[in-house]
């Protein structure tokens, strides 16, 4: 095709091809539109297809670290002209160096790693790094606070496991200044409860709670919150349950500090007949797992020193290996109807509870032949805490548990629990709970790793009736976002976790609600410098 324009620009003809000799004639109107602007406006379109071709044709070959002119114009504009996404994407080059593996070693003794983010950027600046190099230094910061962080972060999972699992001088100055009490004077030796109250004790008209702790300040603060908040405190009869070691102190301080009218037993283990004669299904699991778990786990150096394990799961494992695991006083509620043959329903109350409002009515509650009577804890405000299900306790990897379980069931909570005795005579609870003890030590401990509630949730399955979450509120022992108002408001608060509330490492928010029911101008308490805060 040929284009011609005539030398007064009236006439522009266009001659096709292959030899035609025929042409189109376009006149046009002088009148209207200038000759001269027609032709300056082919010329610009013209122009234009060529530039806008140029944009694209470089914006896709300029290379990555390289920018022309153009292709930057072309950058800018050719989104806006042609529509096309803003965002910038990662050269692919960043992207293989950061995948590349970086051991340890690499970056042992180095200097020149930036140690902040403000030093990265400054040296990046200065340097006119490319992509490449650019990554490779990104990936050595970001390794190098990778590994700090898990340090720390380890540290700190192993200082707290320490000062969990230790007994602190104040409270162990406690239980020698009130052991040496009922050696020298006779009213810390008192008989509890006094002789004409003992038939209270099988009398099923009162409410009987059963509280099982070697911890005399934890098991003061149990009994105090529970009597002063309790509406007919006559008709409560507490049972604290304790080992030999702590006897001394702890009928020491309760016939010391009497709670009237309310009635208190002080009984160490070795005072139940039933735990004399024979053998014992828990303390012959304690003994096993204690062993296997000595083997298993290699202490808290050897699973600090592990190099490849993530610290949540080094955390999991140092408090494993907490004392409290295997104390007899956590494993003893299984055997409540064996040790009170007489009574028909208990309420059991952990040694790290606040009792805050009567629980008296508990009573009242039908619990439609169930034997637990439980807070469900999948559901709640708070996502952290009230978020667990089988599958947060059970090992469900292993063939055992999952052909048996469903991993998205409900959990429940210990620590405030109903249990109707009456009814769990009638079950093979206490033989399940033992069975599935005895699975879990054959298997390396590989069916749970710590406590009694992954057992307790076998055992009791399909026994356990829900109550209301106003009864027992969890967490205060790992969770420092609880919300104070919130715990002050709940039935009973449980400080389950780590940072118990007469440790040093409780939360500072949450400990009054547990200080209140401490009476620190008592002369034991303050012998011993057991202070508020």
Request: charged share 20%.
């Amino acid at each position: 095709m040929q284009l011609h324009i005539s030398p007064s620009l009236r006439h522009v003809t266009v001659l096709p091809g292959k030899g035609l000799k025929e042409f189109i004639k376009v006149k046009v109107a002088s009148r209207r539109l200038s000759y001269r602007m027609l032709f300056y406006s082919l010329l610009f379109f013209t122009f234009l297809l060529r530039f806008v071709f140029v944009l694209t044709s470089v914006d896709g070959i300029d290379g990555e670290n390289k920018c022309s002119t153009i292709g930057c114009l072309g950058k800018k504009l050719g989104p806006r002209i042609l529509g096309r996404s803003t965002e910038l994407t990662i050269p692919e080059v960043i992207y293989r160096t950061l995948d590349e593996p970086l051991s340890k070693d690499e970056l042992q003794g180095r200097s020149d790693i930036p140690q902040t983010l403000e030093e990265f950027m400054t040296e990046t600046k200065k340097g006119g790094y490319d992509a490449k190099t650019f990554a490779v230094k990104l990936r050595e910061m970001v390794t190098l606070m990778e590994q700090r962080t898990r340090m720390a972060k380890i540290q700190e999972y192993l200082y707290r496991h320490v000062a969990s699992s230790s007994i602190p001088k104040q409270l162990h100055c406690l239980a020698l200044r009130l052991a040496n009490e009922h050696s020298n004077n006779a009213e810390a030796r008192l008989q509890l409860p006094s002789a004409e109250l003992v038939p209270a004790l099988v009398d099923n008209s009162y409410f009987h709670f059963v509280l099982a702790s070697d911890n005399v300040l934890a098991a003061s603060v149990v009994a105090a919150s529970l009597i002063r908040n309790c509406l007919r405190p006559q008709k409560v009869v507490l049972h604290i349950i304790t080992d030999k070691k702590t006897y001394y102190p702890m009928q020491a301080w309760f016939s010391l500090h009497p709670l009237s009218p309310a009635i208190i037993e002080v009984k160490a283990l070795h005072h139940f007949d039933w735990f004399t004669k024979g053998k014992v299904p828990v303390l012959e699991a304690m003994e096993k797992d204690q062993k296997v778990r000595s083997q298993f786990r290699g202490g808290s150096s050897a699973i600090v020193a592990n190099t490849t394990e993530k610290p949540n799961i080094i955390a999991a494992k140092l408090q494993a290996l907490s004392p409290k695991y295997n104390s007899v006083m956590n494993h003893i509620r299984i055997h409540l109807p064996e040790l009170f043959p007489s009574l028909d329903k208990v309420v059991f109350l952990d040694d790290d509870i606040v009792v805050q409002t009567d629980l008296t009515p508990l009573w009242d509650i039908d619990m439609n032949g169930k034997v637990n009577g439980a807070v469900e804890t999948c559901s709640g405000e708070d996502k952290f805490v009230m978020s667990k299900r089988l599958k947060s306790y059970l090992n469900f990897s292993h063939p055992l548990i999952s052909e048996n379980f469903n991993p998205n069931e409900c959990a429940w909570a210990y620590g405030m629990n109903i249990f109707d005795l009456e009814a769990w005579r009638k079950t093979n609870i206490s033989l399940t709970y033992h069975y599935w003890v005895e699975q879990n030590i054959k298997s390396d401990l590989s069916l749970w790793q710590l406590g009694t509630l992954p057992p307790g949730l076998i055992a009791f399955h399909d026994h356990v009736h829900i109550i209301d979450p106003f009864w027992h509120m969890l967490g205060l022992g790992y969770q420092e976002n609880t919300s104070f108002a919130d715990a002050a408001n709940a039935g009973v608060i449980h400080f389950n976790g780590r940072a118990k509330p007469w440790l040093e490492i409780a939360f500072p928010r949450l400990r009054p609600l547990w200080t209140k029911y401490v009476d620190f101008s008592d002369k034991f308490i303050r012998s011993c410098h057991i202070r508020a805060s």
